[in-house]
Every structure is written in C-alpha cells, then in structure tokens.
C-alpha cells in the first residue's frame, strides 16, 4: 500500500518559516520524481516545487529563493523549507510522488498540510 504522509506546517507571521515533510512508504522512493504542491482556498492545486531521481530542483517563480525542497532517498522522506513566507503562501500542501513504468503514468498523493501566513 502506497501512503505519503506529510506533516510540518501550521502558522507563521509574515516573514517566517515553516518547513514541511513527506514521508513516503509503499514504493521504490528513489524511482520517483517528488514534488510539492499548493492549493489555496478557491483556487487550483498548483506546482510549488519538483525534485527528480537525480535530486534536479524545479521552483515556481513565486517561492524561487524563498522556498528550499531536498530529499533523502535512504529515509524515503520530501522535504521543504518555506522562509520569508508571505500571505499568498497560505493553502493546503500536498506532497506528490511520480513515476512512469512501462509507459504508464503512477501518481501518489499525500493528503495534505495547512500551512497559513498571517501578517
């Protein structure tokens, strides 16, 4: 049974931080590009940052510099530290596992952490 589960997260001032884990049981961790998304209330789940098998880091323009994802294979655990947060970084954070085997696509889902700013 695949289960990612995240925790971390909760309430921060403007400017703060707050860090996020994802860990991951359930599937060969290191042949999976991870990745974290957001979705805030009334809009949709969007990508905040990606990691592939070779540890390559995507970012969104909106968290680039502020935001730092990492992983560590051998503990099959995501990571993502959130400094200089801002109030549009308030949403749900869901961690996200992705692999494509014999030409279809497995996509795993955690079920989500809050992470709200306040100013």
């Known amino acids: 049974q695949v289960k990612l589960m995240e925790s971390g997260g909760g309430s921060a001032q403007s400017g703060g931080s707050l860090s996020l884990s994802c860990s991951v049981s359930g599937i060969i961790f290191d042949h999976y590009e991870m990745a974290w998304y957001r979705q805030a209330p009334g809009h949709q789940r969007e990508l905040v940052a990606s990691?592939?098998?070779?540890?390559?880091?995507v970012y969104a323009d909106a968290v680039k510099g502020r935001f730092t994802m990492s992983r560590d294979n051998g503990a099959r655990m995501l990571f993502l530290q959130m400094n200089n947060l801002k109030l549009e970084d308030t949403a749900v954070y869901y961690c996200?596992?992705?692999?494509?085997?014999?030409?279809?696509?497995?996509?795993?889902w955690g079920q989500g952490a809050q992470v709200t700013v306040s100013s």
């Open positions: 996200n596992a992705k692999a494509i085997e014999y030409g279809r696509t497995l996509s795993y």
């Open positions: 990691i592939s098998t070779l540890h390559t880091e």
